[in-house]
Nanobody, 119 residues
């Protein structure tokens, strides 16, 4: 299960950090993760991913968004700077979790968290 936090109402130009906790007693390894967002009336889009091979960002957020992880806490983060009204959306974290048992690697989603940027 992924639990997101850190959203809310922010003025344009401001910053915030979204957090995503991997809540699972089995303590799976995080093999890949990403943040998606869905603006009103739009499809869900991928904004940032990270894996051992590196991180990628959609062009519209490059230089403003930073994805990171803390394996010791099983946390995933998205730092957003210089927020723009067009960043208003529900943000979802997504992770590939690897279990040592027969489940192997599974993909899970957070419930989504709203970020609203006022102009």
């Amino acid at each position: 299960q992924l639990l997101e936090s850190g959203g809310g109402l922010v003025q344009a130009g401001g910053s915030l950090r979204l957090s995503c906790a991997v809540v699972d007693r089995a303590m799976p390894d995080i093999v890949a993760m990403g943040w998606y967002r869905q603006a009103p009336g739009s499809q869900r889009e991928l904004v940032a991913t990270t894996a051992e091979s590196g991180s990628t960002y959609v062009v519209s957020v490059k230089g403003r968004f930073t994805i990171s992880r803390d394996n010791t806490k099983n946390m995933i983060y998205l730092k957003i700077s210089d927020l723009k009204p067009e960043d208003t959306a529900v943000y979802y974290c997504n992770a590939g979790l690897h279990y040592a048992d027969e489940r192997g690697t599974v993909t899970v989603w957070g419930q989504g968290i709203l970020v609203t940027v006022s102009s």
